[in-house]
């Protein structure tokens, strides 16, 4: 099994930054795939980025290119840098861990970019 611990969510302004952070636990694979999904109201969830366990190859939803940054300074913490929010980056942030065939959910942590 394997658990996943969200933080760092909360009110940020348009212009502004958040950091997300998720811990991992349990018995997590030397090879997977970590990242960061979203769900606004009344939209389906998608893929916000993901980076490989190496760290080596990331990927980004188009609207958060150069914008947001994923990175790895564990093998079991990822984070996600967010800046420049913009209001349409309001929703439900949820890390996820893909590996052994098998895809693990946190419980979600709640951004709101308003002014």
């Known amino acids: 099994q394997v658990q996943l611990v969200e933080s760092g969510g909360g009110l940020g302004e348009p212009g502004g930054s958040l950091r997300l952070s998720c811990a991992a636990s349990?018995?997590?694979?030397?090879?997977?795939?970590m990242g960061w999904y979203r769900q606004a109201p009344g939209k389906q969830r998608e893929l916000v980025a993901f980076?490989?366990?190496?760290?080596?190859?990331t990927n980004y939803l188009d609207s958060v290119k150069g914008r947001f940054t994923i990175s790895k300074p564990h093998a079991n913490t990822v984070l996600l840098q967010m800046n420049s929010l913009k209001p349409q980056d309001t929703a439900v942030y949820y890390c996820?861990?893909?590996?052994?065939?098998?895809?693990?959910w946190g419980q979600g942590t709640q951004v709101t970019v308003s002014s």
């Open positions: 996820s861990v893909y590996q052994g065939g098998r895809r693990y």
């Open positions: 349990g018995r997590i694979f030397s090879i997977n795939t």
């Open positions: 980076i490989s366990s190496a760290g080596g190859s």
